[in-house]
């Protein structure tokens, strides 16, 4: 039997690790991951090999060459472009002509082979992919199978709120060679993406093996760093090349020519490569030091790997880091937990690396120095760019003017040549600062920018909505933190990024594979003044005059001193509105105002009451969600506004489809029988909002944080026409709006937040599936499980290490009763999965 072994990654999430050799070739104990990999098929008789190169080939080449020196036949194919995975293996077709094991070459695994084959064999099966179950599935492809092990549906890298089990794609699968003739020729094609999915819809003998064994993708650092400590622990068995020296109590491995003064000071297992020598008197505990390298006296090392030709002076102390080929660590120096320190790079005397610190290569870290963040360019930086459609980071620390002109070199690599993107920012102006800097690297890929300047977002996406550009941009102040900046990303359509495109633009980035436009053809910057205009068209149109003039209402707004101040007292007051604007000036050094948003409201209801207007706004600085206060001081937020505006919606004898986020209450359903309109649920993400918002039969979508879309205008959240428009209703209604909650169903709405570790979402999800199977349970966004007319939903937050709970129930006593009970279930399945 042949076995494929795929080694063409980038090895773009490992990253600094992969800085001068491709991630199959990094070292486990002294060897190439992918070393580990042979063996393991040359254990169960795999021998005939064929190795799928494509990044930085030479590398593996080199050291493999033939094969014969490892017992095996190794054939190499490396296609000219990145093909997918399943693409890549059609590239060797005329080497595949029996039945073939398909594995990763960066995996870590002692999985039995053989047991595998052999449920191929007795299933008759065309395709069969190793299953098992991890901690955390996001980064993996969830596969589900009936009691036969047949697979029914595959949930490719889900988010949270999708996970309904961990049970994972490994990347090993058995394959029968006539499943090739899938595999288009020439093109991208991936096994999770397409060609399984594809083996489903044609109802193949596709099934799914959970293996019982050790497992570990090795695909970032902190993998990298856990295998080691899987070894250490006796979870896995490894050859190691260097032989076994005869110490009592010690698990002492040396290679040739190693020089060890004491070796009293070295305890659990300690590795030590050729020609390495280790002077005077060490602590070192459950570490790898590779080949040629010097560790001097009072040096302190705890589950360390050290690669090749590394020196480590008198007393530095290093704990639970990885540093690679060609370092040089000063004397007295401190790497907290999880540094990574990359190829050449030196670290001065007494220098301090804060605890999961990534150092790239090449760096020099001078003496006394504290490390906090991550060096890429001499900066800090994050573990991942994107959050959904935004980059958030302090201004000029963490988004620093650098950073920002690389993002844009990347963001504009990902679009065409010539084509057009939008610009925009808020009043902040480090907002200024740092668009200017990104609009420059945008510039340098060739893509031309058109500057709204100081905007708010509803303009910039109502402008994406008409036509001529492929993006946008905004650089706003974040208001959960003023030292804080947020990037927000469009698509063409004003629609949040997705995640394949941050993910696009996130590799582009850390590859740094810039598109360099020729000297005679960069970008053209120009501004454009007149989307205001073009927004007032749309906003009077949309809106019935004649009603809103008739009512002649008065309403305080609260702008946050954000630049909607500049645009909506004007349309309300040609709609007949009397406005008393509040904080409705652009202030460049507050941005989101510091006295807070509940003073502001109690502010603001105060005003309302005192001067017998029909309502008041808090609208927030970026433009999109409103807080209401009634005429009689009352303040609406969350749930309670939902309801209210879909109240007023439904009384107004408006038709059509409402969209609202899974977890909204029921309530809007019954509201919409009563009237025969339709209700649609959406995943709770902005995107998928919007995204539904898009369709022509929707006339609201409404989000539980105060944000509405009202597609006749545009679908997309904006704050200003809300206004506008809930008057208009009130208005067409015929009555305040302290009345408009009397049409809502009672019901009782409660929602809570569980802490959650990252690691044990995934478990907990699959409990709360295993929980519902015999109830009537949705699948949208998390798990929502219908009890009659109450429900519960269990929601893993996307972004943070939380999960969300939410019951409705018919009175207040049972929805407390029905919370209480699936937060006690999620806190017994997090103590369960410690």
Sequence with gaps: MKAVIMAGGFGTRIQPLTGSLPKPMIPLFNRPIMLHIVELLKKYDITDLVM????????????????????????????????????????????????????????????????????????????????????????????????????????????????????????????????????????????????????????????????KGY??????TDSYREAYHDIFKGKVNLKIDEPKQDFVGKDL??????????????????????????????????????????????????????????????????????????????????????VIVADDTSVGDEAVIKADVKIWPKKTIEAGATVTSNMIWGEKWKKALFEGAIIKGLSNMELTPEFCAKLGCAYGTSLPKGSFVLSGRDSNPSSRMLKRCFVGGVLSAGVNVRDMKMTSLPLLRYKLKTFGEVGGVHFRQAQDDPASLEIVFLDGDGLDFSSSMGKNVERTFFKENFRRAHHTEPGVITEINNVGDFYREGFLRALDREVLQKAAYTVVVDFSFSPASQILPQLLNELGFSVIALNAYVDEGRGVRAKGKESAL?????????????????????????????????????????????????????????????????????????????????????????????????????????????????????????????????????????????????????????????????????????????????????????????????????????VHIVAEAKDLKAAQKLLAEYQKKVMTWKKELV
């Design 602 to 802: 109690s502010q603001l209801a105060t005003i309302v009451s005192s001067l017998g207007a029909q309502a008041g706004f808090w609208l927030d600085p970026f433009a999109e969600a409103i807080t209401l206060v009634d005429e009689t001081g009352r303040i609406y937020s969350g749930v309670d506004l939902l309801s209210l505006v879909v109240a007023l919606l439904m009384q107004s004898g408006q038709k059509g489809t409402i969209a609202v986020p899974v977890q909204a209450p029921s309530t809007i359903e019954q509201m919409a029988e009563l009237k025969r309109c339709q209700v649609t649920r959406t995943k709770s993400s902005d995107r998928a909002m919007l995204e539904a918002a898009s369709s022509s039969e929707i006339v609201l979508t409404g989000s539980t944080d105060g944000r509405f879309a009202f597609p006749r205008f545009q679908a997309a959240f904006d704050g200003m026409f809300t206004i506008a428009r809930l008057m208009e209703l009130a208005a067409v209604c015929g009555m305040p709006l302290s009345q408009g909650l009397t049409a809502v169903p009672a019901r009782a709405y409660l929602q809570t937040t569980v802490p959650c570790p990252w690691e044990m979402k995934g478990g907990i999800m699959r409990r709360m599936s295993e929980d519902s199977l015999e109830k009537d349970a949705t699948f949208i966004d998390g798990i929502k499980v219908q009890f009659g007319g109450e429900w519960a939903l269990v929601l893993p937050d996307q972004y943070n290490p939380n």
């Design 215 to 220: 497992w570990r993708d090795i695909g970032n």
């Design 52 to 211: 799928l190169l494509y990044h930085q080939p030479y590398y593996i080449k080199n050291f493999f060459r033939d094969g014969a020196d490892f017992g095996v036949k190794i054939t190499y194919v490396t296609p000219l472009q990145d093909m997918g995975t399943a693409g890549a293996v059609k590239a060797a077709e005329k080497f595949l002509d029996e039945r073939f094991m398909v594995i990763s070459g960066d995996l870590l695994t002692d999985f039995n082979l053989k047991k595998i084959i052999d449920f191929h064999n007795d299933n008759k099966a065309k395709a069969t992919i190793t299953l098992t179950s991890v901690k955390d599935p996001l980064q993996f492809g969830v596969v589900i199978t009936d009691k036969e092990k047949r697979i029914t549906q595959f949930l490719e890298k889900p988010g949270w709120g999708e996970v309904i089990s961990d049970t994972i794609n490994t990347g090993i699968y058995v394959l029968e060679p006539d499943i090739l003739k899938y595999i288009p020729a020439g093109e991208n094609f991936d096994f999770s993406q397409d060609l399984f999915p594809l083996m489903l819809k044609k109802k193949d003998a596709l099934f799914g093996v959970t293996a």
């Design 253 to 338: 491995r040396l290679g040739a020519d190693v020089k060890l003064e004491h070796a009293a000071g070295l305890d659990g297992t300690v590795v030590i490569g050729d020609n390495s020598q280790v002077l005077g008197d060490v602590r070192i505990k459950d570490s790898v030091i590779g080949r040629n390298c010097t560790i001097e006296d009072g040096v302190r090392l705890n589950r360390c790997v050290i690669w090749d030709n590394s020196y480590i002076k008198k007393g530095a102390k290093i704990n639970d880091s990885v540093i690679c080929s060609n370092v040089r660590v000063g004397q007295g120096a401190v790497l907290e937990e999880g």
